[in-house]
């Protein structure tokens, strides 16, 4: 029997998977992957059902209906001043995921190096292998997650071909300052590196944090990928529908790469996100406080069973400290939880490479019913 291929023989089944099969079988609550365990919008699934009522039914352009890139483009205006052209520079794609996944593929040959922040969304490794580079991890320190320059510096080589960053960054919530981007824009400028800028909880930030696309700094624009997701954005992760904000030349290269790994995506869905988009001004205030509400009553919950750490400020996700819990490791641990307590989370060491402080933590994911985190919580009393 032929083997399959040796690109992806060491590939393991994705943690989000394995958390959540280990939830269905164990019957256990879930706050391991990240979706919310309740719907969108209902006027935006209503949306969605006339724009399948009215047909739609068949392929999309490649590169997104002109109805979407519309609306991509408009809001990139409103909120960031940020002017993409939609027939020239934007790119809709399956999702984030599929985002990610061209943008590697058109841009890294085989050798070439790419900086990961870890912890880092496990997709981006992957796809970096998929393509033949080479994933090279730079660690974001808890508790707090933050970039030390030298470090970044130290990893960059002749070969370094680009760097990913996520902002609002999962899984630790964190969401970066200025001064923080300005160290990866300084480095990216001076080694002319593509940058790919994960913005999927973009509008996920509480307390007055106010989120910077890295596009919008001094000579960013013209080397930098700008991905997000109407999956985050309109709480649908079903929808699997993202996009890719790039200059010409990198468009050109994402839509090469696209027109043979999807070709296009769900018509009558972007066509509702398109209408979607256009009322984001109205839409996010609630759908932020929904989220405020969540995060504020699971970290009291948290706190009150004598989990001590920092607040987070961005998207829907808590690392959570287990070393005043237990002396297991995170995946042991999260087996013990899911098995046990009935509660699944994530084990963060699955988002790094080379540090061990993922080992310290769990991820938990608070974009549940509040049934669901109320369940989650009784189950972990008496710890
Ligand atoms: N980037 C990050 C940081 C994520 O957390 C996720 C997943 N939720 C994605 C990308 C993928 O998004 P999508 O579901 O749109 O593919
Ligand atoms: N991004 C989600 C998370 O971090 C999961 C996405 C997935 O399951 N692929 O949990």
Redesign the pocket.
Known sequence: MKKTALRIAHFKDSIFGVMSKLARDNNAVNLGQ?FPDFDGPQWLKDLAKDKIEQGHGQYAPFMGTPSLRSSVSSYYKRFYQLDYNPDSEITITA????G?FISILGSIDPGDEVIVLEPF?DSYVSSIEMAGGVAVPVTLHAPDFNIIESELMRAITSKTKMIIV?NPH?PSGKVWEKNELEIIVKLAIKHDLFVIS?E??EFLVFDGAKHFPLAQFPGMRERTFTIS?A??TFGL?GW?T?WICAPPDLTKAVRLVHQYVTFSVATPMQEAIADGLNRLEDYLPEFRSTYKAKRDFFFEGLKKLGFEFSIPRGTYFMMVPIKSKTTKNDVEFAMELVQERKLATVPPSAFYLKSKEGQSYLRFCFAKNQSTLEAALKNLEGL
């Open positions: 990240g999702g984030a995921t599929e990610l969304y996520n999962n994960d999927v909880y997701s999956g985050k992760t699997k993202g």
